[in-house]
């Protein structure tokens, strides 16, 4: 009896530390599509779960940063989806890549035309975006998430430096240095110089195995017509002594 009794707790204790993290597991996010280098352009997916059992996301505002505006913001159309996006005049002008910046996207809106993010499903909204600062480690987009029943969740809460994740957070864009990105692509001039140099060693290979087999079958040729004339004058000899 007390061994079914603990049993049971454990399970009951279980299942409530399953349902406090599982928030933590579906909240709304954004990612590279490779990576997002300072000074540069990239991809980013903002992915949204539909953390809901009885409801749809049916839409998603996307706050960008002011503190590091992006001059380019130009949103992928997603079937079954409406998108807006929002400029406004900047607080104070930005200098960016000796340009000078007085109005940037503040927000993007995505709104559903038909049943949007059901229960069980997510979905991904691609935005290209760019220039990416370069005194900046990330961008934080705060971003609400509407259901089809009206609810609005607030993914607005910033990670602190060495704190626990909050129960709301903030989508959040890491931003790579150049020169990590220089060796990346360094990597791959050399797997690409290593690749061809295999495909040159490839084709001389097998030039040389045609070249082989052209003159195997030159000297079988030869040898063939020894003996079909030499044959020949045996048979002639024959019929000759008969």
């Known amino acids: 009896m007390k061994t079914s009794r603990i049993a049971a707790a454990a399970a009951v204790a279980g299942s409530a530390v399953l349902v406090l993290s599982s928030p933590a597991f579906a909240h709304v996010s954004v990612q590279p599509e490779g990576a997002a280098v300072?000074?540069?352009?990239?991809?980013v997916?903002?992915?949204v779960p539909n953390e809901r059992d009885d409801a749809s996301t049916t839409k998603l505002e996307v706050n960008f940063p002011t503190d590091h505006p992006l001059a380019s913001v130009m949103p992928e159309p997603i079937s079954?989806?409406?998108?807006?996006?929002?400029?406004?005049?900047?607080a104070k002008p930005a200098e960016m890549h000796g340009e000078t910046i007085t109005e940037a996207v503040t927000k993007v809106t995505w709104t559903?035309?038909?049943?949007?993010?059901?229960?069980?499903?997510?979905?991904?909204?691609?935005?290209?975006?760019?220039?990416?600062?370069?005194?900046?480690?990330?961008?934080?987009?705060?971003?609400?998430?509407?259901?089809?029943?009206?609810?609005?969740?607030?993914?607005i809460e910033v990670q602190k430096d060495?704190?626990?994740?909050?129960?709301?957070?903030?989508?959040?864009?890491?931003?790579?240095?150049?020169?990590?990105?220089?060796a990346t692509?360094?990597?791959?001039?050399?797997?690409?110089?290593?690749?061809?140099?295999?495909?040159?060693?490839?084709?001389?290979?097998?030039?040389?195995?045609?070249?082989?087999?052209?003159?195997?079958l030159g000297v079988v040729g030869i040898a063939v017509g020894a003996?079909?004339?030499?044959?020949g004058v045996l048979a002639g000899r024959r019929r000759t002594t008969v």
């Not at 690749?195 to 097998?206: C, I, N, R, Y």
């Open 45 to 47: 997916d903002f992915k």
């Open 80 to 90: 079954g989806w409406t998108v807006k996006v929002t400029k406004s005049k900047l």
């Open 162 to 182: 060495g704190g626990e994740e909050p129960e709301n957070p903030a989508p959040t864009l890491t931003l790579t240095s150049a020169s990590a990105s220089g």
């Open 112 to 155: 559903a035309t038909g049943k949007g993010v059901e229960p069980g499903y997510f979905q991904k909204f691609p935005v290209s975006v760019g220039m990416l600062p370069t005194d900046a480690d990330q961008l934080v987009f705060k971003a609400l998430q509407t259901y089809s029943d009206k609810q609005v969740v607030r993914w």
């Open 38 to 43: 300072k000074g540069g352009y990239a991809v």
């Open 227 to 231: 003996a079909g004339v030499a044959y």
């Open 185 to 216: 692509a360094e990597d791959a001039s050399d797997k690409a110089a290593k690749t061809e140099a295999t495909a040159a060693d490839s084709t001389s290979s097998s030039a040389d195995s045609s070249d082989t087999t052209a003159r195997v």
